[in-house]
């Protein structure tokens, strides 16, 4: 079965400071994986997918098969930024397997 | 568009009430599901739905019943309410199981005491 580890509950970092996230799965066949991101008093929203390899809100992932890893990364934090950021794979046809969670305090 | 849309955002059950909580989407999407949000749990799928007529389990279905009569509604059901039950419920829909992206609601927080 498919899992997403997100090793950190909570993250703080200064305002202009990188920001990583980690994610790291378990799957053996070929994922797609997806960064879900949800501020404050607002719903889910999809951030990112490693298949678009674009960067949103000076945010990139890069899908690393070796190490099963798709961490999230801004090389320099925005207030703005703090939020709840959700790591999710979707194996084949089955649903989105989404980790714990990160909580991000950009500290200003 | 509205998007996706709860009803109710708030909810307080007595152990033992049941309840729906009513999930609709007005972008003709095929797949919607289910989800609860819990402090260091993250998302949990309850259940899913691929098209009307067909639902399935997801990881945690114990104590909530589906349908899907329309392709727009995909209400929840709580058969006997359990403060274990206490949670925010998402609902979300995608153009297709295979779809990406998931697109969410607003959220129900339920509280049973």
């Known amino acids: 079965a498919q899992r997403v580890t997100q090793p950190e509950k909570l993250l703080s970092v200064f305002k202009g400071a990188p920001v990583e996230l980690k994610c790291n799965y378990s799957?053996?066949?070929?994922?797609?994986l997806f960064w879900y991101v949800q501020y404050s008093r607002q719903r889910l929203q999809l951030l990112l997918r490693?298949?678009s390899r674009e960067s949103i809100k000076g945010f990139t992932a890069d899908l690393n098969k070796g190490e099963t890893s798709f961490h999230l990364k801004k090389p320099f934090a925005q207030e703005e930024d703090s939020a709840m950021y959700y790591c999710?794979?979707?194996?084949?046809?089955?649903?989105?397997?989404f980790g714990k969670g990160t909580k991000l305090s950009v500290i200003p | 568009n509205a998007g996706v849309t709860q009803t109710p955002k708030f909810q307080v059950l007595k152990t033992g009430q049941s309840m729906t909580l009513q999930c609709a989407q007005d972008?003709?999407?095929?797949?919607m599901s289910w989800y609860r949000q819990d402090p260091g749990m993250g998302l949990r799928l309850i259940h899913y739905?691929?098209?009307?007529?067909?639902?399935d389990q997801g990881e945690v279905p114990n104590g909530y019943n589906v349908s899907r009569s329309t392709t727009e509604d995909f209400p929840l059901r709580l058969l006997s309410a359990a403060p274990s039950q206490t949670s925010v419920y998402f609902c979300?829909?995608?153009?297709?199981?295979?779809?990406?992206?998931?697109?969410f609601g607003p959220g129900t927080r339920l509280t049973v005491t």
């Open positions: 979300a829909s995608s153009y297709s199981l295979r779809g990406y992206e998931q697109y």
């Open positions: 490693h298949i």
């Open positions: 972008m003709n999407h095929e797949y």
């Open positions: 799957y053996s066949g070929s994922p797609e």
């Open positions: 739905s691929v098209g009307a007529g067909i639902t």
């Open positions: 999710a794979l979707k194996a084949g046809s089955y649903q989105l397997t």
